[in-house]
């Protein structure tokens, strides 16, 4: 069974402060952990993925993340907020030997104002 | 490679219509999944098919719904007949995966289904 949970539905930042997006999350095997983002009204694009190599990630856009095994934590972060960056973002989670079904969490919508 | 494609990008029907939505994966992906996407409910998996063979339609809502996978470059998902609470967004997206390891999904543009 895998699943994640992101703590906060809504964040708001003001541009050039720094971004945090919590997520934890469950996952009976070694899992495979990803954010994607949603800017309104159209698909979802891959932000960054982890899948057992560094534990620090680099994305797209400036953005990484943190695979912490002790936490069971995985947090989006960027030094410095840009308005393009107002959108959702989902943590996502795949079991590693448990089949390439993604779970998606509830997402967080992240608002930038100057 | 111009991503996974999907067709229409907007469908508006009358309820009772049969709708049918269209789904061109990535070359060489040996997964396809569907989703649906609404304010309420977020994102929904429906189905995915693994080298063109449906593995899991658990979360198809019900017989009106159906899938198929003629070939590795096509996929259709079929609502008959529709009705309102079918409006959605229905994003098709692919992926390939290495042994052990999981690359995660390209999602398509998504088609917006309005039944009226």
């Known amino acids: 069974a895998q699943s994640v949970t992101q703590l906060d539905s809504h964040v708001s930042v003001s541009e050039g402060t720094p971004v945090l997006l919590r997520c934890n999350y469950s996952s009976s095997y070694s899992p495979s952990l990803f954010w994607y983002v949603q800017h309104p009204n159209k698909g979802l694009q891959l932000l960054l993925k982890?899948?057992?190599?560094?534990?620090l990630v680099k994305g797209i856009n400036g953005f990484e993340a943190e695979f912490k095994k002790s936490e069971t934590s995985f947090h989006l972060t960027k030094p410095s907020a840009h308005m393009s960056d107002a959108a959702e973002y989902f943590c996502?989670?795949?079991?590693?030997?448990?089949?390439?079904?993604?779970?998606f969490g509830t997402g967080t919508q992240l608002k930038v104002e100057l | 490679d111009a991503g996974v494609i999907q067709s229409p990008r907007h469908e508006v029907t009358e309820m009772g219509q049969e709708v049918t939505l269209r789904c061109k994966p990535i070359?060489?992906?040996?997964?396809l999944f569907w989703y649906r996407q609404t304010m309420m409910r977020g994102l929904e998996l429906l189905i995915y098919?693994?080298?063109?063979?449906?593995?899991?339609d658990s979360g198809m809502p019900e017989d009106r719904f159906s899938a198929k996978m003629p070939n590795a470059s096509f996929s259709t998902l079929k609502i008959q007949p529709s009705e309102p609470r079918d409006s959605a967004v229905y994003f098709c997206?692919?992926?390939?995966?290495?042994?052990?390891?999981?690359?995660?999904?390209?999602f398509g543009s998504g088609t917006r289904l309005t039944v009226v």
């Open positions: 996502v989670v795949s079991a590693t030997g448990g089949g390439n079904k993604l779970t």
């Open positions: 070359s060489g992906h040996d997964y």
């Open positions: 098919f693994n080298n063109n063979v449906p593995i899991d």
């Open positions: 982890y899948t057992s190599a560094a534990t």
């Open positions: 997206a692919s992926s390939y995966t290495g042994v052990r390891t999981n690359y995660g999904y390209t």
